[in-house]
């Protein structure tokens, strides 16, 4: 008799469980589309991707429309590259000019951040892949407080880029 009562609080239990599994499904899948309206935390413009050798040099407009400064503390793009950072090319006095990884970027309120050819631009080193022109490439934008932000990319040529 204890040996039944236990079976069926047992199978109780795993139908409750199974039922609450597909609620949540639900729920996170409505929750998902809602937060990638949510997770448009910067608007994106003029995405230009140049592509040399196993490298590549991303150009692209956050503009932040919000009242608070946004912290981009890292960008990623699995699909394409071993790694990506933010990198910053500096000119000396000698006219040399180096590459330099940058911790973070700050997009201020109610402003916009630019990268671009000689300054600013996020790297991608360690191509999976041939890219050519016209192929779409998707960089994650990783924020301060943990929310993330997709961001499609076109590959151009060096001259096509303004
Ligand atoms: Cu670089």
Do not use: C, R
């Not at 050798?53 to 150009?59: E, F, I, L, P, W």
């Not at 300054?119 to 016209?134: N, V």
């Amino acid at each position: 008799m204890k040996k039944f009562a236990l079976g069926f609080v047992l199978a109780t239990t795993l139908l409750s469980s199974a039922v609450s599994f597909a609620e949540e499904a639900a729920t996170n899948a409505a929750e998902n589309q809602a937060t990638v309206v949510a997770q448009e935390v910067l608007q994106v413009a003029n995405q230009a991707l140049v592509v040399t050798d196993k490298n590549a040099a991303g150009y692209l407009t956050l503009t932040n429309a919000d009242a608070k400064d946004v912290v981009v503390l890292g960008v990623t793009a699995g699909d394409v590259a071993n790694k990506a950072e933010f990198h910053k090319t500096v000119t000396d006095e000698k006219g040399v000019s180096t590459m330099q990884p940058v911790d973070k970027i700050v997009v201020p309120a109610g402003g916009s951040f630019e990268f671009k050819q000689g300054a600013d631009h996020i790297m991608l080193t360690g191509l999976k892949g041939a890219l050519k022109a016209g192929d779409k490439v998707k960089v994650t934008l990783h924020f301060e407080g943990g929310k993330t932000q997709d961001v499609e990319f076109v590959v151009k040529n060096p001259g096509d880029v303004k």
